[in-house]
């Protein structure tokens, strides 16, 4: 152990503030989150019973999945309409060589009716998120 004091201005009361906030942050989230939380599930008997619980593997998770509007828009942005068999027959030179065999069905335009914010950019591949509260900071 050194001999020497620390005698630089403030060290005292910097580390007298870092104690005592630290100690009143963790009380004051220790109340927080006894006022914020319920504590009648803990008196539940049944509420901790794992036969109860389903398993993880159980349960579709569907908190991760996509706009089903947007993924459709993707893969139409990127399926090739000539090389796809389904569009084939509705190209303009196949209706004019092979009228009888032709698709005349209207082509959709999976962008038609929706919202630009909740759709997808294919010029720069974002893909929009649930909120879009940054779509307006993009670059």
């Given amino acids: 152990m ?25 009380c004051t989230g220790y109340l927080m989150a ?8 803990f008196n539940n008997r049944d509420y901790t019973r794992p036969d109860f619980k389903p398993k993880a593997a159980m349960i579709k998770d569907d908190s991760m999945l996509h706009d089903p509007t947007a993924v459709r828009q993707m893969q ?8 796809d068999p389904v569009n084939k027959r509705k190209s303009s030179l196949y209706r004019l060589f092979f009228p009888q065999d032709a698709n005349y069905d209207v082509i959709e335009n999976p962008y038609s009716g929706t919202d630009p914010n909740a759709s997808y950019n294919p010029a720069d591949g974002s893909f929009p998120t649930i909120n879009n509260s940054f779509a307006d900071h993009k670059a």
């Avoid at 006894?34 to 599930?41: A, D, R, T, W």
């Avoid at 139409?76 to 090389?83: L, R």
Wanted: charged content about 20%; glycine content about 4%.
């Fill in 2 to 26: 050194e001999d020497n004091f620390v005698v630089e201005a403030g060290y005292t009361t910097r580390k007298a503030f870092r104690r005592w906030a630290g100690l009143t942050m963790i």
């Fill in 34 to 41: 006894s006022y914020m939380s319920n504590p009648m599930i």
């Fill in 76 to 83: 139409v942005a990127y399926t090739d309409v000539e090389f």
